[in-house]
């Protein structure tokens, strides 16, 4: 090929250098980046201290968000340089690790910035100061990531700077919806209840003259607390918001929230046609149940006719229910048998170092879900991780308490327990928390961690869960179909004009679901926008994943292998779950 040496020589050495010039500026891109990734988590954590708590960066514990006006504007000016920074970046010399972060970081970027120009939920919803409030101590009080004299202190810093931290909320707020007035003065309730009684043995472990210090400064953010809410109290008076973000608003939002590169919609006509097609196999799996149970064969003239046949089956599996006073303990009593479950079938590899307890949902968490999972954050070790059952409120009478039981039936709380705990959301954050991005950890997908928890229903029942019960598949049908009809009462709120009335027949009708657990997901509905999505999407998107893997691997398929190295790769979007599995 080459008649001359020296020319051979000359081509070889040109490719040396070409090589060698090529690593040198990946390599300076790469130390680019990773400065640019540091200087903007150091000032994410400074400016959201309570989310930096979480994460497990304790330098600003003592501090709450600063909702000034001019923080607001400060901030929006910060990302708009930082963006530029990291957009002329030459990203295709990045490694496949760090192109990932670089995309969710821009993405993280960007929906801060939709956040604080576009949707200002800071200006409406009350609910974002008493979430963030009740957290800030609760964080504090309740997970023991230092000693308790070091968290006293910091948690009198953040009483100390709970009025101005009002004062400001008050400031922001502007006209607010009624839904979300009415939750937050019941969260305040709640906020107020742990300030006046929930604090007391966190005290006894405390000095004496630290201890005074709190009992006042507990007093003052009371009463700041008890102006808040009368502030919101007389804001129920005023012309209220719309709920409602309209669909701009809400197309804009979807797309933050989901990172998956999907319209609004695509999305419903999706999750329409999987409405159709799940509503059919609950019909053939309905039908042997029936003709056992009633002594007949059902008739199934008409999508009415089969819906009726499914919602009799489903009433009786429904009686099969605890009492009032028993639902932590059922959910309590699952536990122990999905670990061994998952241990014997060998479905992925469970951490015996995570420890998990379940309780009721703290106060001021309550109204928006039933259960919830609360997890240390990715730089914290053996915390305490706590799976939060929301008890049957006190004032609820007979009737409501009895639909919501029957919702919550056994097998419901079993597959709760699945989405929750194991192998659901508590398995996937600690194995997402092992993995070295921060990036990741910070910014992870609701996508992917609704995904896996929905998709892990499923996959435990066909792997044998319930003994080949069938009943089991058709509860956990009907899961499925609560999140589809999630995917569309959400859009059809939010970006439409869905009532209420239309809403409840979609969830009571349409998805089998009992009168209070529709109830309580139309207060959800108007509450939360986009998130609702997340479930139908996430399980979508994994199923295909999975079926693609599969194909891929042929008969070298391993579940638990598709398992873990999913799971290894921290949050991120499906769409680069794909990238890494499938490529």
């Given at each position: 090929?080459?008649?001359?040496?020296?020319?051979?020589?000359?081509?070889?050495?040109?490719?040396?250098?070409?090589?060698?010039?090529?690593?040198?500026?990946?390599?300076?891109?790469?130390?680019?980046?990773?400065?640019?990734?540091?200087?903007?988590?150091?000032?994410?954590?400074?400016?959201?201290?309570?989310?930096?708590?979480?994460?497990?960066?304790?330098?600003?514990?003592?501090?709450?968000?600063?909702?000034?006006?001019?923080?607001?504007?400060?901030?929006?000016?910060?990302?708009?340089?930082?963006?530029?920074?990291?957009?002329?970046?030459?990203?295709?010399?990045?490694?496949?690790?760090?192109?990932?972060?670089?995309?969710?970081?821009?993405?993280?970027?960007?929906?801060?910035?939709?956040?604080?120009?576009?949707?200002?939920?800071?200006?409406?919803?009350?609910?974002?100061?008493?979430?963030?409030?009740?957290?800030?101590?609760?964080?504090?009080?309740?997970?023991?990531?230092?000693?308790?004299?070091?968290?006293?202190?910091?948690?009198?810093?953040?009483?100390?700077?709970?009025?101005?931290?009002?004062?400001?909320?008050?400031?922001?707020?502007?006209?607010?919806?009624?839904?979300?007035?009415?939750?937050?003065?019941?969260?305040?309730?709640?906020?107020?209840?742990?300030?006046?009684?929930?604090?007391?043995?966190?005290?006894?472990?405390?000095?004496?003259?630290?201890?005074?210090?709190?009992?006042?400064?507990?007093?003052?953010?009371?009463?700041?607390?008890?102006?808040?809410?009368?502030?919101?109290?007389?804001?129920?008076?005023?012309?209220?918001?719309?709920?409602?973000?309209?669909?701009?608003?809400?197309?804009?939002?979807?797309?933050?929230?989901l990172r998956e590169n999907l319209s609004a919609k695509t999305v419903l006509e999706k999750a329409e046609e999987f409405l159709k097609i799940t509503q059919d196999d609950m019909a053939d799996l309905a039908f042997p149940l029936y003709t056992e149970w009633f002594g007949e064969e059902p008739k199934i003239d008409s999508h009415g006719d089969k819906q009726k046949m499914v919602r009799r089956v489903l009433d009786r599996i429904s009686e099969d229910h605890v009492g009032r006073e028993e639902v932590m303990e059922d959910a309590l009593g699952t536990i122990s048998e999905l670990t061994q479950f998952i241990q014997d079938k060998n479905l992925l590899t469970l951490d015996p170092n995570k420890p998990l307890e379940v309780r009721p949902m703290p106060e001021f968490q309550r109204g928006v879900s039933v259960a919830n999972l609360q997890a240390p954050g990715p730089l914290e070790s053996n915390l305490q991780t706590y799976y939060n059952v929301s008890p049957v409120p006190e004032d609820w009478d007979n009737e409501r308490v009895e639909s919501f039981l029957r919702e919550y039936n056994h097998i419901s709380v079993t597959i709760l327990s699945i989405h929750e705990a194991l192998p659901g959301h508590y398995v996937q954050l600690y194995y997402a928390n092992r993995h070295p991005s921060l990036i990741r950890a910070v910014f992870s997908s609701g996508v992917m961690i609704e995904c896996w928890a929905h998709y892990t229903e499923a996959m435990m029942i066909e792997e044998g869960l319930g003994g080949g019960d069938p009943r089991y598949d058709l509860v956990q049908k009907k899961w499925r179909l609560r999140g589809i009809a999630n995917a569309i009462i959400d859009q059809k709120i939010h970006a439409g004009n869905m009532t209420r009335e239309e809403a409840m027949n979609l969830m009571v009708a349409e998805t089998f679901q009992e009168e209070a657990e529709a109830s309580a997901k139309w207060v959800r509905a108007q509450l939360t926008s986009a998130q609702l999505s997340t479930y139908f999407v996430g399980s979508m998107l994994i199923e295909e994943l999975r079926k693609d893997y599969q194909q891929k691997h042929g008969d070298d398929f391993s579940l638990k292998t598709f398992h873990e190295t999913l799971l290894s790769q921290g949050s991120i979007p499906v769409r680069y779950l794909r990238q890494i599995l499938l490529d």
């Open positions: 090929l080459f008649r001359s040496p020296s020319l051979k020589y000359a081509v070889i050495g040109g490719l040396g250098l070409s090589f060698f010039v090529f690593m040198v500026l990946s390599l300076a891109v790469t130390h680019e980046f990773k400065d640019l990734k540091d200087s903007f988590l150091k000032s994410y954590y400074k400016t959201y201290p309570v989310n930096a708590t979480w994460i497990g960066v304790h330098e600003y514990d003592g501090s709450l968000t600063d909702y000034s006006r001019k923080a607001l504007d400060s901030r929006a000016s910060y990302l708009k340089n930082i963006s530029e920074q990291i957009e002329s970046l030459d990203f295709s010399r990045l490694n496949q690790n760090d192109h990932i972060d670089y995309e969710i970081l821009l993405d993280a970027i960007r929906s801060e910035q939709f956040e604080l120009l576009e949707l200002k939920e800071a200006t409406w919803n009350p609910l974002v100061y008493m979430g963030e409030l009740g957290f800030a101590f609760e964080s504090l009080i309740g997970f023991e990531f230092a000693s308790a004299s070091e968290r006293a202190n910091t948690f009198l810093s953040r009483l100390n700077e709970t009025p101005n931290f009002l004062f400001q909320a008050e400031a922001l707020l502007d006209s607010c919806p009624q839904i979300h007035l009415n939750t937050a003065i019941r969260q305040c309730d709640g906020v107020m209840q742990m300030l006046d009684s929930g604090i007391d043995l966190f005290l006894e472990d405390i000095e004496s003259d630290l201890a005074v210090k709190i009992k006042s400064a507990s007093k003052i953010a009371l009463a700041s607390l008890t102006q808040f809410k009368a502030f919101l109290e007389n804001k129920l008076k005023e012309p209220h918001k719309d709920f409602r973000l309209g669909s701009d608003l809400y197309e804009h939002k979807l797309s933050h929230i």
